[in-house]
């Protein structure tokens, strides 16, 4: 993720509340009409009461074999949907339809919109049988020699109730996909809302408040930011290699896609043998990723979600594998993290796997008198004027930038590892002490860097990272291993470092020399501002060796 936005406020307390739908109809309708609907015939205007003596009409008298096309095509749920309003537009056209129809002819997303209101052939496909029951014919079923017929019905009877499980999870599929694939696109509408309305709540009830995070959003919206990331080669290239390399652990799950903007993590998700990947975002930019997995034929698999994570409700119980790059600024600033440890406790199975699994943080003291001549006293004689009021803030925020690794002037220090397995939100405020020794003679500190590092293993376990591992390293015992820095030591990424200036004192007329091998050592804090839930502030205390007082100084990104 990048890291442009944010301004706002806890998104876990956030609440949808525009309804702004002049739909009429809920699925509630469909279900509720359900039992007393007659199944006009496929193929002609016969009309039936149940699909399966339907199915056995145009078997018998069109030599058309509905059940036969679902097994020789290998569709499911919705391949077998779109089938069925792909017939029923050629029929209402009057176009032939035959047996030796292909999957292309109807591969369409148009083929998921129901031609005929409330069809209850569409309805009925969730208790289809493999083949047509022997004894369910048409004529039998008009003649009124019901003996046949009864002892079908009773052991599909049976049958049905044990798919009850099942066809519940793929009607909530039907419904999310109809909903967000179609309505939205047509109407704009998104899935807390078309919860909303389900629920009968009105649209803009004076109760809802605003969406607090709706700037955040919108950030995500645009197209730059996730051009920034695609083209950001060391984040993509890493969660694509760890999908493809370990494609045998994607090949038929379900894979949840946290935040999927243009929908890259779900499409290579999908193309390394996931049966079904639901990708979730609040952003606009969801409508984009839409357009993107259709344009992949990846339609089929990928059910897009938009709405806040905490707030969407899943066609499924549980996933095998949550995907999200939800890394922020400094790791922590933008605060996505809370959103997949909710999705995390929610909906990942006991052995099931994230990706990434573990991040580190990281600390290096720098000291670089060229750029702090550069940016800081820069400001103090510009074509003549001294404009110190241009450096407020200087200090004061983090600064993010790439940093050259011949301006770190001693060892890094691992300050933090994440294990995302087991972490709390409330973890991601924490201290942490530090020890570093310097690598050079300096002048002058001026600051400390502060970066991480993301592993991406195949198993729970995070096999072996620690405080002080190197992604480099540890990546390197495996190819089912991915990890990458946002270091110094690294290929440049969209992240860059986060920088920690110190302020000199005015009266510092000569700042303390240090020389290579001396240690500096002080704690470090991460945590949010009280008034910011998506920003971060970072503290540390330090002193080098023999000196007497600590200094201690903070930074923030808002
Ligand atoms: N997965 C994409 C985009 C990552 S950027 C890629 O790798 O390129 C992070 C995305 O997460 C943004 O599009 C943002 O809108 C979305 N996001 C952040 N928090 C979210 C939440 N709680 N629920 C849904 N989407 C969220």
Redesign the pocket.
Known sequence: ??TKASKSTD?VSDSESDDSLSQTESWDDVEADEETQEVISLLDDRVFPDVVSMLAHCKEQHSFDFLGIRQRLQLDFHGCVKLVNYIRQHVHEGLPVTEQIAKSDFESDEYLKPVLEDDAVIIGLFDLPDVVPEGVLPSQVQDGDAAPLVNSLLKRNTELQDELARISAQFESYRATVSQTLDQRWGDVDQAEAEAKAAGKTAKGPEKPEDASKYY?ES?AGNDI?ET??KDTVR?DG?RDFIYNNKHLFAGKTVL??????G??SMFAARAGASRVLA????D?IDKARENVFHAGLSSTITLIK????EVVLPVDKVDIIV???MGYCLLYEA?LP?VLYARDRYLKPDGLLVPGTCNMWVAPVADSEYVMDSVGFWRDVYGFDMKAMQSGIWDDVRVLHWPKTSVCGEPVGIQVLDLYTIKPTDLSFAAKWKSTLTDDIDALDGFLVWFDNFFAPTRENQGVELQSTADEWAKVGKDRVAFTTGPYGKDTHWKQGLLLIKQKEDDSKATALKKGDVLEGDITFAPPADMPRGLVIKTSWKASGEEKARTQSWSMK
Request: with cysteine; aromatic share 12%.
């Open positions: 993720m990048t998104p959003w995500y996730h990331m695609l993509t969660y896609d946290i935040g999927c903007g243009t890259i993590l979730v975002d609040a952003s930019i709405g806040k994570m905490e999200s790059e939800w996505m959103s």
